[in-house]
């Protein structure tokens, strides 16, 4: 099987996207996508990427006219270029969903009312640092700080450091684990 110079400047466009794509939802809990929306996401990424390197005067790929034809050209000195940049685009996209910055900056400015991530109990964890009070049916009372943690409701699961069961007076009796 071979490769065609067209099918390999195609590939090298959109690795970086995918690069990107797949380090965030290694580093950010995000929403599930469908497959269609990952590969617009992955096109969008290599978008940047490559408008970065286009504005710093970078090209990974260049089309070469010969006989009034246009064919692509690979010029893979910068192809590492745009590897690094798809990592550090992931790394400060998942930065700023983990930490909710620009999401924050949009709620300063009035344009919304939302956070970056996935869920209310991730906004609560992430953002507060103080014990939680959990009661179970049967009435009883367990206290600590939820170091862990489900993405999503239907899982439920809940991991707390220093754990501590507090009684019908409210005296906490620490749990040796």
Do not use: C
Request: proline share 3%; charged share 20%.
């Amino acid at each position: 099987m071979s490769i065609t110079v067209d099918a390999f400047a195609v590939l090298l466009l959109l690795v970086p996207g995918f690069l990107t794509s797949k380090i965030l939802n290694a580093i950010a809990v995000r929403r599930g996508k469908g497959h269609m929306a990952e590969i617009i996401e992955a096109l969008v990424f290599s978008f940047l990427i490559y408008a970065v390197l286009h504005a710093v005067g970078w090209s990974v790929v260049t089309m070469n006219e010969s006989d009034g034809s246009y064919t692509p050209q690979v010029d893979l000195e910068y192809v590492p270029h745009a590897l690094v940049l798809a990592v550090v685009l992931a790394l400060a996209f998942g930065i700023s969903i983990n930490r909710d910055w620009h999401m924050g900056l949009l709620r300063r400015a009035g344009i919304t009312s939302d956070t970056a991530r996935i869920n209310t109990w991730v906004d609560v964890f992430t953002d507060h640092d103080s014990d939680v009070l959990i009661t179970y049916t049967d009435e009883r009372r367990l206290t600590g700080w939820p170091a862990y943690f489900s993405d999503g409701p239907e899982e439920g699961l809940l991991y707390l450091r220093n754990p501590a069961w507090v009684d019908d007076s409210g005296a906490v009796q620490e749990i040796g684990v």
